[in-house]
């Protein structure tokens, strides 16, 4: 017997159209009953009506959320925790709540604290881009990323059927995981690196410009994403990104010893180590595109 349609017959709403929730309307606006949006921008809930982008949208969330069977909470971290708070207040129903923050622990936390009427559970698709706007959203970011997903004891079987359907429509895998887990290794594959981009930028002297090539613009990509956004999952994970700078500063030290006593040996045999590290966490590919 095959599962109930859930995703199809939903009337989706997404909180925050940045590029996250943005992109997110666009990969969904085919695939559901109606998509709805609250964004507190105006202009960007005009730019949204205007492109057809959702079915209907408002800076008023008491306009929105309680015409919906599904929520989506697409704001920066502090806003969903804001945003969570408000919710009962703001649907007197009993509808699928999620997020797609980038940090999981304190998120889960504050939705398991949300009436037994509600059905929650977390998310976070391991895509983006670093530049903002709904303007520069796209729904191909989720082809092929992983969706990490976090289940609370109370989640429901139908919030759990609904997810895996909605990352199946993205094109994305569904990975199911505790919150403490997402952290901890989010911390190391991309907030850490988020910091790290931003500390070579800011240590490259600036008349090196002209010999900028793509393995700066690479490697120094993220460190282009608004701090606006990443404040907020630095504070939410400050824990284990702290683990995860100890960790890479350790390893940068132990290269640095090695050149600083002309051990070139022993660093030729660390960094081919480290690319064979590299090509075992990317398993051959590179295509999860996580920021």
């Not at 199809?8 to 085919?30: E, Q």
């Not at 990323?145 to 997810?163: D, G, I, Q």
Request: aromatic share 6%.
């Amino acid at each position: 017997m095959s599962e109930p349609d859930f995703l199809s017959t939903s009337r989706i709403a997404i909180a925050g159209l940045g590029i996250m929730g943005g992109s997110l309307a666009l990969a969904l606006r085919d695939s559901c009953r109606s998509l709805l949006a609250y964004d507190p921008d105006p202009d960007t809930i005009s730019l949204a009506l205007h492109n057809k982008i959702v079915d209907h949208a408002s800076s008023i969330p008491a306009e929105i959320f309680p015409q919906a069977d599904v929520i989506i909470l697409a704001a920066p971290l502090n806003a969903i925790l804001d945003l969570i708070q408000d919710l009962p207040n703001l649907h007197p129903g009993s509808p699928i709540v999620f997020d797609i923050g980038s940090s999981k622990v304190e998120v889960v936390r504050a939705l398991d604290g949300l009436p037994a009427r509600f059905d929650p559970f977390g998310g976070h698709p391991m895509c983006g881009k670093e530049i903002a706007g709904l303007e520069n959203a796209d729904p191909s970011i989720f082809q092929g990323a992983v969706f990490a997903l976090t289940a609370l004891p109370r989640t429901s079987r139908k919030a759990r059927m609904f997810a895996n359907q909605l990352a199946l429509a993205l094109g994305s895998q569904a990975l199911w995981l505790d919150p403490q887990t997402h952290d901890r290794w989010t911390a190391a594959t991309s907030h850490l690196p988020y910091l790290v981009a931003a500390a070579l930028s800011s240590s490259t002297p600036p008349d090196s410009a002209p010999l900028v090539g793509p393995g700066f613009r690479s490697t120094t990509r993220v460190a282009a994403t608004p701090a606006s956004t990443m404040l907020d999952v630095l504070v939410t994970n400050r824990e284990y990104i702290l683990e995860s700078l100890n960790e890479f500063r350790q390893a940068l030290d132990i290269m640095e010893g090695y050149l600083s006593k002309g051990d070139y040996q022993s660093l030729k045999t660390d960094l081919d180590l480290s690319a064979a590290h590299q090509r075992e966490l990317l398993g051959g590919s590179d295509s999860g595109r996580a920021v």
